[in-house]
């Protein structure tokens, strides 16, 4: 009697740690999911970081390409349907923490702002720096804002003729850097505005359907369709430093995954950001080879 309890105890004990590591097997993740905006720089970063991701682990990666914007991508993030994404460091604190920016602030405080409000709020860490600002520039292309230099320049223009302003739905509803802000800043006066997707308001602006755009700095259409660009002479706008962003949770699970992305750290520069965008803009490649191709001439995959 007494060798058959023991062997019912011992039974017993294995069934429970078998469902015990079931349990746990269950609840592991079995793959890090990257997300991306709807733009070509963010239809290649996320392939930038999942392929680096893959070729230095045994860790799977999939990907929700085009997910949406920061109001999407934010509460993805939270709630885990997404793992890491890359973000910008003025989007992150001005947009989502809501927190104002000094004019003339630095990229490292900036950076040092967002990392803690990020981690307070939603237990997600802002890892370093890919290497590149995109920030946004006010470009033109007729005669309409002919000789502006500044955004003060198309102010003042905007003050006296009819300036019809396009831009992306996100940028209208943006607090703190998008539109309500900026024209009460600069004290704009547009005639109009228009509500354009992201990858046509270029071809918008060079065709005359509207005056002026929010180009991004590190957008190849500014050159391929030779438009003109401002300065944004009141600092309105804060750093934008691109940077990959990973929910603790996911770092937790996957543990090699944080020092592999660290090692992405200053690797990308605005030059480079450039060339790849238009790799997918100019010459219609594939994000996902455009990636393969940087990571492979700067010498990242084995």
């Not at 999939?62 to 003025?90: H, M, N, Q, R």
């Not at 065709?207 to 660009?229: C, H, K, M, W, Y």
């Not at 949770?249 to 990308?268: C, H, S, W």
Request: contains cysteine; charged residues 30%.
């Amino acid at each position: 009697m007494i060798d058959g309890g023991d062997d019912m105890k011992k039974s017993l004990l294995g069934s429970l740690l078998g469902i015990v590591l079931l349990l746990s097997a269950c609840g592991s993740k079995e793959e890090i999911v990257i997300g991306g905006k709807p733009w070509t720089e963010q239809f290649i970063l996320p392939y930038v970081l999942g392929i680096y991701i893959e070729e230095q682990t045994d860790y799977d990666v999939s990907y929700k390409e085009g997910l949406g914007e920061v109001s999407i991508l934010t509460p993805a993030i939270e709630k885990g349907e997404i793992d890491l994404y890359v973000e910008y460091t003025g989007t992150g604190l001005k947009d989502v923490l809501k927190e104002d920016t000094a004019p003339g602030e630095s990229s490292e405080d900036v950076y040092k702002r967002v990392k803690e409000g990020y981690k307070e709020k939603f237990d997600v860490v802002w890892l370093e720096p890919l290497g590149f600002e995109n920030s946004y520039t006010l470009a033109y292309a007729n005669e309409v804002l002919d000789g502006a230099e500044t955004y003060s320049d198309v102010a003042e223009i905007s003050q006296k003729q009819d300036v019809v302003f396009g831009g992306p739905h996100s940028f209208y509803e943006r607090e703190g850097d998008g539109y309500n802000d900026l024209i009460d800043e600069y004290e704009m006066e547009f005639s109009d505005t228009r509500d354009l997707d992201p990858n046509i308001m270029y071809e918008a602006v060079k065709n005359g359907e509207v005056d002026v755009i929010p180009a991004f700095t590190t957008d190849s259409r500014i050159q391929l369709f030779e438009l003109q660009t401002t300065e944004d002479d009141l600092a309105f706008f804060p750093k934008y430093d691109a940077a990959p962003i990973v929910r603790q949770e996911t770092l937790d699970d996957f543990p090699e995954l944080e020092e592999v992305l660290q090692a992405l750290a200053g690797e990308i520069s605005e030059e480079e950001m450039l060339k790849m965008n238009a790799r997918v803009d100019l010459d219609e490649e594939k994000p996902e080879d455009v990636a393969r191709a940087f990571l492979e001439e700067k010498g990242l995959l084995k």
